[in-house]
């Protein structure tokens, strides 16, 4: 039986909600006052380590940045 309700309008864009509160957040951001605006801006940048598994063993962590800077 298909459901009536409705689609979110970000489904409904093709988008998923990852990519649509990261545009909000960007929004947000651009949309402040300094100095505030410096410090969230500050905060969008993403620090991670990737590590590979081989027999069981974790190797080496590679260390990764998910920034717009970089």
């Given at each position: 039986m298909a459901s009536n309700a409705a689609v979110p309008f970000?489904?409904?864009?093709?988008?998923t909600y990852i990519t649509y509160s990261?545009?909000?957040?960007?929004?947000v951001r651009n949309c402040l006052k300094e100095p505030d605006k410096t410090e969230?801006?500050?905060r969008e940048?993403?620090?991670f380590?990737?590590?590979?598994?081989?027999?069981?063993k974790p190797e080496k962590p590679t260390l990764r940045?998910?920034?717009?800077?970089e």
């Open positions: 970000w489904r409904a864009a093709g988008m990261n545009i909000c957040a960007n929004l969230a801006l500050t940048k993403v620090h380590s990737i590590s590979k598994w081989t027999d069981g940045s998910d920034s717009p800077d």
